[in-house]
């Protein structure tokens, strides 16, 4: 008679584990499973068995333009995105990642969690993740990169494909991985103001010289729409033309620095 007692126990801890694991595993079992360094097993062991096939990526985005980082400003912030491919309307979403040093350190600081999105901290070390299965397949945060002389930023990350029968069966895992290095073209010396990048404003493009210097603005054919000396805190503005401008700064110091800012949508 306690046989069949002890399977339906069996099988409630199992379906309690899923209800737990659902809201993120670094919140619910305070597990870092992203796959980085010193992290736990990832999360295979639970979920398994699905047909359907899963595919992730991170994407590192300008704050200004939206265009994918080769490599990263330190201190400055980029919008940083976890994506699980695979799946269909009936299936849901998790995910869970961090950035770390070629020490294991934390590589930078999260922010701005969205709405599908919460931030842990597991032993230290800095976690986003998913905060219930989604039905949106992105998990997006702002990541401040690390300061000057960091190195190279290593992102890990874990993702599910989940059906959502209240167990693990079923599911599809996958990961991704992403070095970012440090920008060795843009670095400032210490005593160089920060050169932030233009921002978007009703109708225009909005920038403030940090330096006396020379600004020039061009779209992609060339055509110079900006070029203007300009003084330490003189303010430009040029219109939202709907094309990629690119826009360089050469400060009197020497110092230099370029952006490529996107076409409106």
């Known amino acids: 008679m306690n046989a069949p007692r002890i399977s339906l126990l069996a099988v409630a801890g199992i379906s309690a584990l899923w209800i737990a694991a659902s809201g993120g595993v670094a919140a619910e079992q305070n597990k870092d499973r992203t796959g980085a360094p010193g992290s736990s097993a990832v999360c ?22 939206e ?23 009936n299936h849901s979403y998790g995910a869970q990642g961090t950035a770390v040093l070629d020490n294991g350190e934390n590589a930078g600081a999260f922010s ?19 905060n219930n299965p989604s039905a949106a397949n992105a998990f997006e945060v702002t990541w401040t990169a690390p300061e000057s002389g960091s190195g190279p930023a290593h992102f890990y ?45 009703t109708g225009e493009w909005r920038w403030v010289a940090p330096a ?9 054919s060339g055509r110079t729409l900006v070029a203007r000396n300009l003084d330490a805190g003189q303010s430009v503005t040029w219109p939202l033309n709907g094309t ?7 400060a009197e ?4 620095t370029s952006w490529k800012l ?3 949508r």
């Open 112 to 130: 701005n969690p969205a709405g599908n999105t919460q931030l842990e901290d597991v032993g230290g070390r800095h976690i986003f993740e998913h």
């Open 212 to 220: 006396a210097g020379r600004l020039v603005v061009a779209d992609v």
């Open 67 to 89: 265009l994918q980082a080769t490599s990263y400003l330190p201190g400055q912030e980029y919008i940083l995105r976890m994506v699980i491919n695979g799946g269909t309307s």
């Open 244 to 250: 990629l401008n690119v826009v360089s700064f050469a």
């Open 157 to 201: 990350m874990s993702g599910l494909v989940v059906n959502g029968n209240n167990a693990t069966s079923g599911d599809a895992y996958t990961n991704a991985t992403l070095t970012l290095p440090e920008s060795t073209s843009n670095l400032q010396a210490a005593d160089e103001p920060r050169m932030e990048a233009p921002s978007r404003a």
């Open 44 to 65: 295979t062991n639970c979920h398994n068995g699905g047909t359907v096939a899963a595919s992730a990526a991170f994407e590192v985005l300008d704050m200004a333009t």
């Open 253 to 256: 110091s020497g110092a230099s």
């Open 262 to 264: 996107a076409p409106t």
